[in-house]
């Protein structure tokens, strides 16, 4: 299955989707994978709301003096910030009587912000072209939302006891 069609078919059936990859053999590098595209994929979300803070500053802070900080922290900073919370989603797991492993936490999480990449991506354009208001805190409250949604149910399926598992 091709990812598009996986992160498609994550707004239908979360846990169904994770299962799959798991059981298909995602490892660490299919994680690290999923995570850092989804983290380039931010940065290129923020590139329209930086050109558009440019532009509206009469070019007085070149776009490329905005872009390299939030380069540096969505794909280079950002990713160990994921690990982390991904770390701390296993623990709380754990505590809830989840039986998964570390692995499965990361997989969870990496793959909910792959998912919702189009979402971001949307996101960053209405920054870009319409700027502050209504329709992007909207924008922000569904994606969200949807990440939320996601996460957790990857969560759940991954990290839910052996037995549990349909």
Not at 39 to 65: K, M, N, T, Y
Not at 106 to 119: H, K
Not at 147 to 164: D, G, M, T
Request: with cysteine.
């Amino acid at each position: 299955m091709s990812t598009v069609s996986a992160i498609l078919r994550t707004y239908r059936a979360p846990r169904e989707v994770i299962r799959t990859h798991r059981a298909s053999g995602a490892d660490e590098a299919t994680g690290l994978t999923w995570l850092f595209v989804a983290c380039l994929l931010f940065f290129v979300a923020e590139l329209p709301e930086l050109s558009r803070q440019s532009h509206l500053d009469g070019g007085e802070v070149p776009l490329s003096s905005l872009a390299l900080p939030t380069f540096y922290g969505t794909v280079l900073l950002a990713p160990l910030m994921f690990l982390f919370i991904a770390a701390g989603s296993h623990l709380i797991a754990k505590a809830l009587g989840g039986q998964g492993v570390w692995l499965d936490a990361r997989l969870a999480l990496f793959w909910s912000l792959l998912a919702v990449t189009p979402f971001v991506l949307f996101q960053g354009l209405i920054a870009g072209f319409v700027g502050e208001g209504r329709g992007l805190s909207a924008a922000t409250v569904i994606t969200g939302v949807v990440f939320v949604v996601i996460w957790v149910n990857c969560l759940i399926a991954l990290e839910r006891p052996k037995e549990e598992v349909a």
